[in-house]
């Protein structure tokens, strides 16, 4: 798989091979399974430089030059220089006026509920991201802190769901890639995270450790709250955590409890020396798109699944901010084209975690990751997921990777 440092060169040559294969969905399963992986390292693994000429609008910078992250200011010179490559991507158009969604949410006489619903919808649409995290506190006798995090991205995210009590939203990467020529590659397509809002939802499943799941009751006392679940790419549980949003003159924002998740792909590509991020979230609607901070704690587990250690407290910013006139057509092409089978999926994980209360969820069986395998499912064509039949293959792909401790 390909590491987080490619240089431009690199990237070109080994990721754009790759990315050619994944796109003509070589049905061979390692040529598959190469191009995925390869393509998810690449986005999720390695921070890139920027967006090229558009950053020069925001910041009057030079877009050649490397943003950092806020540092330690005695180190090394050179040493807290964050990790990832030096890509570009192409050129956007920010939305500098408030969005049509922002104004819905400011709109007077509604109710709380309503109010609430209209900032998590508020966060769909078309954006470009940035991703910032570094270590801020360090805990252990000669510590040294690990280099900061920074990726980019261009992504839509779709409302799958919108009911009184419940919003799905569907992230899709769309990303155009700059050559060394300043040409595009073609649009890099990748399903990535979904979020799920319910409200006063009784119960959610929460992260244990050692690949453990269990199902918690959210306290009574929480009414109004709203509880998030993050899954990562195949529809997997990421986190799930209950919060209440708050509303303010010209924001809203929601903060949920401490919860624990498992190490995220930015973290596992490169380190094996903790076990699980015990954190918070708080997401930040703002009139042109919003902004989710994170605080986590890397921790240690001993052999009962307990904290033993704290190594370092990190702290994350992403913000999505809206952008206009950007070809989404190939991402609209592949949501359209693969939906039903992710509707499928969905619905495996609502089934089992109504029925099961204890469940260990695998990254990988027989050698193949969960994600590698349901992605090439998806793009299978002339498969009717509404059948029986497929309806039990799902489950016995499933039944590889998810099992339940009696």
Not at 157 to 185: C, F, N, R, W
Not at 343 to 349: G, T
Request: charged content about 25%; overall charge negative.
């Amino acid at each position: 798989m390909l590491g987080a440092g490619l240089y431009r060169s690199e990237y070109e040559t080994c990721g754009g091979t790759l990315l050619n294969l994944f796109r003509r969905k070589q049905r061979k399963s390692a040529l598959f399974a190469a191009a995925l992986g390869a393509t998810l390292a690449l986005l999720a693994s390695a921070g890139v430089r920027g967006y090229g000429q558009a950053d020069k609008e925001d910041i009057g910078a030079d877009p050649n030059e490397r943003q950092y992250t806020f540092s330690w200011q005695y180190a090394v010179s050179g040493d807290m220089a964050p990790r990832g490559g030096t890509t570009q991507g192409a050129e956007v158009i920010l939305v500098t006026e408030p969005s049509p969604e922002w104004l819905r949410l400011q709109e007077p006489g509604i109710s709380k509920k309503e109010r609430d619903r209209r900032a998590i919808l508020s966060m769909a649409g078309p954006y470009r991201t940035s991703f910032d995290f570094i270590e801020t506190i360090g805990f252990t006798h000669g510590y040294a802190p690990s280099n900061p995090y920074q990726s980019w991205g261009t992504e839509y995210v779709y409302v799958v769901t919108d009911e009184p009590d419940i919003i799905q939203l569907q992230h899709i990467l769309v990303m155009e890639v700059k050559k060394e020529d300043g040409s595009a590659m073609d649009p890099i397509v990748v399903k990535h995270w979904r979020q799920d809002w319910m409200f006063e939802a009784p119960t959610m499943h929460t992260f244990k450790g050692n690949r453990e799941w269990k199902k918690q009751a959210v306290r009574a006392e929480r009414r109004g709250h709203w509880v998030q679940a993050v899954y990562q790419v195949d529809d997997s549980p990421r986190y799930m955590a209950a919060g209440e949003w708050q509303h303010t003159a010209n924001f809203s924002s929601w903060k949920s409890d401490e919860t624990w998740r498992p190490l995220p792909r930015r973290e596992f590509s490169v380190r094996q020396d903790y076990d699980v991020l015990i954190g918070t979230n708080h997401h930040t609607i703002t009139p042109t798109g919003w902004v989710q901070e994170e605080q986590n704690l890397k921790v240690v587990l001993n052999g009962r699944g307990g904290a033993a250690e704290v190594l370092a407290r990190e702290n994350g910013l992403a913000r999505y901010e809206r952008i206009a006139e950007f070809n989404w057509l190939p991402g609209d092409d592949y949501w359209e084209r693969t939906k039903p089978f992710w509707a499928k999926v969905r619905a495996y994980w609502s089934e089992t975690f109504a029925r099961e209360d204890h469940m260990v969820i695998a990254k990988q069986a027989d050698g193949a990751h969960m994600f590698m395998t349901l992605f090439q499912m998806a793009e299978e064509p002339g498969i009717d997921w509404s059948a029986s039949s497929e309806q039990a293959n799902l489950e016995a792909v499933m039944a590889r990777y998810v099992t339940f401790p009696p």
